[in-house]
């Protein structure tokens, strides 16, 4: 069985950088995913996070279960809520969205997917949650009814990351949000990775292979990209 959390470990402790594709459920069908699959084989990508704000769990299954027949990757949920959750992924970002204080968001999901995630054998990876303002509404922001942090308080987003890392929290996930006019600015990137112990996750509004690798340079452990790749499935070739 992987263990994906010990593998972001042991690349964080070489200094590897791990690049994750986020699939959106929703904006995929079962039989139309040949391009896709051969996409993501053609890609850097080392990980496949599976999830969104939206979607309601059909053919979730289904999904993962024939994109991992054709895909050699750890496949982590990335959930919006627990109709997300599925057996047959690798393991599970168990997400507290630290920037907000709506507590369903905090710990009412979470509460809530527990009695379907111990039906499971997935690998439970606790993840503080944080999203940045990114110049527009994203979906994370609608669905959650959270305001997201603002992102020239490099500092406030500093003590929210460390305060997630204090209650135990394995990963940070520094988010801008799905389709987010700006990414994640580089200074909190910095500041953030540079003073806290557990891997870093930056995603949202990443567009071009040149802002994957700034967010690189600036710290993160892991870029996530989504809206780019689904925009366009040669993003990596192009």
């Known amino acids: 069985m992987i263990n994906s959390y010990n593998e972001i470990l042991n690349s964080k402790t070489k200094g590897e950088k791990l ?7 929703d ?22 996070f599976v999830g969104g704000s939206s979607f309601d769990g059909t053919h979730l299954d289904e999904l993962i279960i024939e994109l991992k027949s054709k895909i050699n990757l750890p496949f982590l949920l990335f959930p919006g809520n627990p109709s ?3 057996d047959k992924a690798d393991g599970i970002l168990f997400l507290t969205l630290l920037s907000g204080r709506n507590p369903d968001y905090l710990i009412e999901h979470q509460v809530n997917a527990v009695p379907i995630i111990k039906k499971t054998n997935l690998e439970v990876i606790s993840t503080g949650y944080i999203l940045i303002e990114s110049g527009n509404e994203t979906a994370v922001e609608r669905v959650s009814q959270t305001k997201p942090l603002d992102r020239t308080n490099h500092e406030y987003a500093l003590q929210t990351a460390q305060a997630g890392e204090f209650i135990g929290n394995k990963l940070i996930y520094l988010e801008a949000g799905s389709g987010a006019k700006l990414s994640v600015p580089k200074e909190m990137i910095i500041l953030v990775s540079q003073n806290i112990n557990v891997p870093l996750i930056v995603g949202g509004g990443i567009r071009s292979k040149q802002e994957i690798e700034n967010a690189f340079n600036a710290g993160a452990d892991i870029v996530v990209i989504g809206t780019a790749f689904e925009n366009d499935t040669n993003f990596f070739n192009s």
């Open 27 to 48: 904006k995929l069908a079962v039989g139309n995913l040949s391009d896709l699959i051969q996409k993501i084989n053609q890609s850097p990508a080392t990980h496949i």
């Open 19 to 25: 690049l994750a594709i986020l699939l959106d459920p």
């Open 84 to 86: 997300q959750i599925s």
